[in-house]
C-alpha cells in the first residue's frame, strides 16, 4: 500500500531547524592592520559633511588666488607640474567668459579648472581634467550638476557653455534655483 504523502516525505518541505548565525563582537575579529586602519579613519566619516567641505575648500582656494574678471590665477597644489605647455594650451582653448573668473589648479598629473562667476560665491563650476574628465556645478555653495564626459575637449566645451549661461541668467540668493539652465 502506498504511503500517504506527510511531512517527512515531502522533499521540499523543510524539517530541519536552522540556527541563526551569530555575528562576531569586533574583538573577536582577526586584527588586520591596513584594513583596521582604514576602517578607523572611515568609521565616523559624513559624505554630505565632505560634500561642504570640498565646495568650502575650491572657495577659499578661490579666494586666496583672487583671480581677476576674464583671466586665470595659477594654484600648483604640489611639487609635481603638469606640463606648462599643456596648461598654456588649456588656458587658450578655453577662453573665459568676460566676466568670469579662473584658477588652474595644478595637482601634477591632472588638473582642475575653476571657473567662478564676477563674485566668487555666486556659482562655481569645477571641471577635473584626468583619466575620466568632468564636471561639476556649485550654485550658492550646493552642487547642481556632475558629470562624467569620455573626452577633456568635452568636458571643457560643457563647462564653458554652463559658465556662460550663468553669466547670462545669475541665480538669484533668494530664488530657489534648480539648475534649469545647466
Known amino acids: 500500500m502506498a504511503q500517504k504523502p506527510n511531512v517527512e516525505n515531502r522533499w521540499w518541505v523543510e524539517t530541519s531547524i536552522k540556527k541563526p548565525k551569530q555575528t562576531k563582537a569586533e574583538s573577536d575579529l582577526p586584527q588586520l592592520p ?3 586602519s582604514f576602517y578607523w579613519v572611515a568609521r565616523d566619516y559624513q559624505q554630505e559633511r565632505a560634500k561642504e567641505d570640498l565646495t568650502d575648500n575650491n572657495l ?17 597644489m604640489t611639487e609635481e607640474h603638469y606640463p606648462a605647455k599643456l596648461v598654456k594650451r588649456i588656458k587658450e582653448e578655453f577662453r573665459l567668459p568676460q566676466n568670469a573668473r579662473g584658477v588652474i589648479l ?5 588638473l582642475r579648472l575653476l571657473i567662478c562667476g564676477p563674485e566668487l560665491e ?6 577635473t581634467l584626468a583619466d575620466e574628465p568632468s564636471v561639476d556645478v556649485y550654485v ?4 547642481y550638476r556632475e558629470r562624467l564626459f569620455k573626452r577633456a575637449e568635452e568636458a571643457l566645451r560643457m563647462a564653458r ?3 556662460a549661461n550663468l553669466l547670462q541668467y545669475p541665480p538669484q540668493r533668494d530664488d530657489p534655483f534648480r539648475g534649469a539652465l545647466l
Open 34 to 36: 591596513v584594513a583596521m
Open 60 to 76: 577659499r582656494i578661490a579666494r586666496a588666488a583672487n583671480p581677476p574678471h576674464g583671466d586665470w590665477a595659477y594654484v600648483p
Open 106 to 110: 595644478d595637482h601634477g598629473r591632472l
Open 122 to 127: 555666486d556659482w562655481m563650476v569645477d571641471v
Open 140 to 143: 550658492w555653495g550646493t552642487m
Open 161 to 163: 557653455k554652463w559658465a
